[in-house]
């Protein structure tokens, strides 16, 4: 009896992580709408210079309400090429350095879980490497409404909203043409604010799960399943799986809400600024956005 008992026990828990790896596995992709979504070369242009009216003419859109999407959605797809090229806010122009990288990008839930899926082909490069153990890393961040920047006069903006993730690029931070300090990271300078930042290391094949408050940190979240990736001819894919709900300084997703979504890509070892981002975007949980994760 004690022996049954055992196998009992043994077959009871298999089947229990069974049930718990089934409710962790990623959709089918092939079911999954994808949508195309460019991330592009931004040089150096913090929120700083976001906000300045008299450099960025976008300035005045921002300071009504309106969202970057509202000027430049149209124009993204060559939206990099002057600053990967030196003609426009870049002082250090990387050779061979892509203006910018088509993503298809899919996402769903099963009520657990959100599954994130970026998808794109190998651009050329070539250039010196600055991470050298990785030859790509992709982020993104989620924030909900209401963190704040200030434009030269003082008006306030809600840049989570408008802007994805500019709020947290400062012209003070490091490998920025106007750094003071090497170890200065991302930020957000709106007290108790933050982003929740998710990273996946090629090196590795694995993520990180972190924020960006008053200095960003790559690890300490809660919601974080996994992360994987891989390279097939060229063509890249990562997936990340992520509980709708975590811990501190995890953004609480629920159906039929609405949160704040941008990415980036670190391509051909790149590090710091010198990645690819998107603009900001809508992330909808059973709700129509900009990139919706319908449950599966």
């Not at 999407?69 to 030196?86: L, P």
């Not at 990288?101 to 190998?122: C, E, H, M």
């Not at 250039?127 to 909900?144: C, R, S, T």
Request: glycine fraction near 12%; charged fraction near 25%.
């Amino acid at each position: 009896m004690h022996k049954q008992s055992i196998a009992f026990s043994m077959l009871a828990l298999v089947a229990a992580l069974g049930a718990g790896s089934a409710l962790a596995a990623a959709p089918d992709w092939g079911k999954v709408p994808a949508k195309k979504m460019h991330v592009f070369y931004p040089g150096a242009s913090p929120v700083e210079w976001i906000m300045n009216g008299v450099e960025h003419s976008g300035a005045k859109g921002l300071r009504k309400g309106e969202a970057c999407t509202a000027c430049h959605e149209e124009e993204i797809a060559t939206f990099g090429q002057k600053m990967s090229s030196g003609e426009k806010i870049e002082p250090k122009p990387i050779k061979g350095k892509a203006p910018g990288i088509p993503v298809n990008v899919q996402a769903a839930n099963d009520g657990t879980n959100l599954y994130l899926r970026f998808s794109w082909k190998q651009p050329a490069g070539g250039a010196a490497k600055m991470d050298a153990d990785n030859q790509v890393k992709v982020a993104f961040m989620l924030a909900n409404d209401g963190i704040m920047a200030k434009d030269a006069k003082g008006k306030e903006v809600d840049m989570s909203k408008a802007g994805g993730c500019w709020a947290t690029c400062h012209e003070d931070s490091r490998t920025m043409p106007n750094a003071k300090d090497d170890k200065k990271t991302k930020y957000v300078a709106d007290a108790g604010k933050f982003y929740d930042l998710l990273q996946w290391q090629s090196k590795a094949n694995k993520g990180t799960d972190g924020q960006v408050s008053d200095k960003r940190t790559m690890e300490g979240g809660k919601a974080l399943v996994e992360a994987k990736g891989e390279n097939k001819g060229g063509e890249w894919s990562v997936v990340f799986t992520r509980k709708l709900t975590g811990g501190d300084g995890d953004i609480a997703l629920a159906s039929g809400k609405l949160y704040n979504f941008g990415f980036a890509i670190h391509d051909d070892h790149t590090a710091g600024r010198f990645h690819h981002v998107s603009l900001g975007y809508t992330l909808g949980i059973d709700t129509k956005g900009d990139l919706t994760a319908a449950k599966q």
